[in-house]
Structure formats: structure tokens, C-alpha cells
């Protein structure tokens, strides 16, 4: 089987072409504001020095976000697209868990996290269970506790030690943070965490496309798929939208003077994540 990853979550941007058990080429840069520019031209190189057409793929995977909100649908309309025309199944993989699972030979607790703006963090807190097959091969496999977080790294901290009470197997090493997190972030996490927590380098925690491709490949071996019509981001938070006061005579004053519990169609998309 041949998929083609594709994760444009943050600044950071990754893709990679991948079969069962071999990485055949990877590509991860920093991208900065232009995905939209390298993302295509990525996706050419790799197939062009492979040799290997798009009919040929047998499956996309994307990263869904949380993230940069236009970064994030940038990857997501280029694989719904790819998906759909070359009607190839579709995995749709959160960022957080494919930041967990390059952690996944730390025996204890793994809590991914991405800044998410205004103080706050994006966070999600995972387990990796080691799988041993008859023929003697290793692979792992990632378990969320709870459920995704976004909030202040004082709040974080709450959450995980309320976690912690309830883990579901037996502590063997502190909690590991890893993400794009910022200094004054990082410094937080180590204040409040003490020696409960550690935390990785920002290189250590470098997304790589061929992760998120071993996560897919998971996920398509128990027959789980998305449907390239109907997936969405994952936003963990209402995108900052704000209504134009120059469209408001086209529009009608009435449409717009709307109380604060009303949402635009783009919103309502974002607030079902």
C-alpha cells in the first residue's frame, strides 16, 4: 500500500510517501505563512523522484489541528481533493497525536501540546502500549486519556495531575511534554509540574509526515476512514472571524446586529470540534 501524508498544522510542514514498512521519501521544512506555496511543489518532488504517478496511491492521510487555522486547512483541502478525484480512502489524523506518537518509547505519560494564542495551550494527554508480535516484532500503539485541552498552562497542570489519579497504568517515569511550546510556556509547565514533569527539545519534538503515515496505516488496517466530503478541521477554539462594518449596507443592518450566540457557517464548522 502506498499513502501520501500531508500536515501543514503550524509553521512546521511535513509530507511523506510511505508503503507498510518502508519511508520512501519525507520532506519537513519550515514553512512559515507559505504552505499554500511549498505544499504542491513538495508533493511533486517526492513523486516525480520516486517515479511513482498519483493514480498509484493507494491512500491520503492529513493532519487535521489543531493549529494554525489557515495552515491546517491548507493540507486538508489538498488531501479531501486528492482523495476525492483520485477516489482514494481518506485518514484524518489529530496533530497532537502525531506529536505524541514520535514520544512513543517513553514509558510514562505523554502530553503533547501546541501554543494556541491569548496565554492558552492546546494539549492532549496519551499512553503508549507496547505490542509484541508471534514473529518477534515490536509496534506501538498510542492511547488518549481524556480528551483534547485547550486552556492556560496553570490550568493544564490541574487537568493532568487530576489525570494522573486515574491513569490506567502504573507510573514508570515523569509526564513528558512535547510540542512546539514557547519558553515562558515551558517555564510554567516546569514550575508547576516540579518533578512529575520533563521536557523535550523543540527539535525532539519535530513532526515528521512519516508518523502521521504510521498512524493512518493503523487506523486503515481496522478499517477506519473519513469521508472526504464531511471531514473537517479540529479546532479546539471559535477562529477569530469578525464581520465587516463595509458589507453592512449590501448585507441589511438587521443581519448583522446579531447577539453574541449567533455564529457564521464557517464558525459553526470550527465550534462542532
Not at 511549498?38 to 511533486?44: F, H, P, T
Request: aromatic fraction near 6%.
Amino acid at each position: 500500500m502506498l499513502l501520501l501524508a500531508l500536515d501543514t498544522s503550524t509553521r512546521y510542514a511535513s509530507v511523506a510517501l510511505c508503503s507498510e514498512n518502508e519511508l520512501l521519501s519525507e520532506y519537513t521544512w519550515f514553512s512559515e505563512n507559505n504552505h499554500s506555496v511549498d505544499l504542491l511543489d513538495r508533493v511533486q518532488r517526492i513523486m516525480a523522484q520516486r517515479q511513482i504517478s498519483l493514480q498509484q496511491l493507494d491512500a491520503i492521510a492529513v493532519a487535521l489541528g489543531p493549529g494554525s487555522f489557515n495552515g491546517v486547512r491548507v493540507a486538508l483541502a489538498s488531501a479531501k481533493a486528492l482523495a476525492f478525484s483520485l477516489q482514494k480512502p481518506l485518514v484524518g489524523v489529530g496533530t497532537l497525536d502525531v506529536i505524541a506518537a514520535q514520544q512513543q518509547l517513553w514509558r510514562g505519560p505523554i502530553c503533547a501540546v501546541l501554543e494556541a494564542g491569548r496565554s492558552e495551550l492546546y494539549a492532549g494527554l496519551y499512553f503508549s502500549a507496547e505490542l509484541k508480535s508471534t514473529d518477534g516484532e515490536v509496534s506501538y500503539h498510542l492511547q488518549q486519556v481524556g480528551t483534547y485541552f485547550l486552556g492556560t498552562p496553570q490550568q493544564l497542570v490541574e487537568e493532568i495531575q487530576s489525570q494522573l489519579s486515574n491513569w490506567p497504568v502504573a507510573l514508570s517515569a515523569p509526564v513528558l511534554f512535547c510540542g512546539e511550546i514557547k519558553a515562558i510556556s515551558r517555564q510554567a509547565l516546569r514550575q508547576g509540574m516540579a518533578e512529575q514533569g520533563v521536557l523535550r527539545d523543540a527539535i525532539q519534538s519535530t513532526r515528521f509526515a512519516s508518523v502521521l503515515a504510521q498512524l493512518a496505516l493503523q487506523r486503515l488496517q481496522d478499517g477506519k476512514a473519513d469521508d472526504p466530503l464531511v471531514v473537517e478541521p479540529l479546532y479546539l477554539r471559535r477562529p477569530s472571524i469578525t464581520k465587516s462594518t463595509r458589507k453592512q449596507p449590501l448585507l441589511g443592518g438587521a443581519l448583522l446586529r446579531s447577539n453574541d450566540h449567533d455564529t457564521t457557517e464557517r464558525e459553526q464548522g470550527a465550534l462542532r470540534h
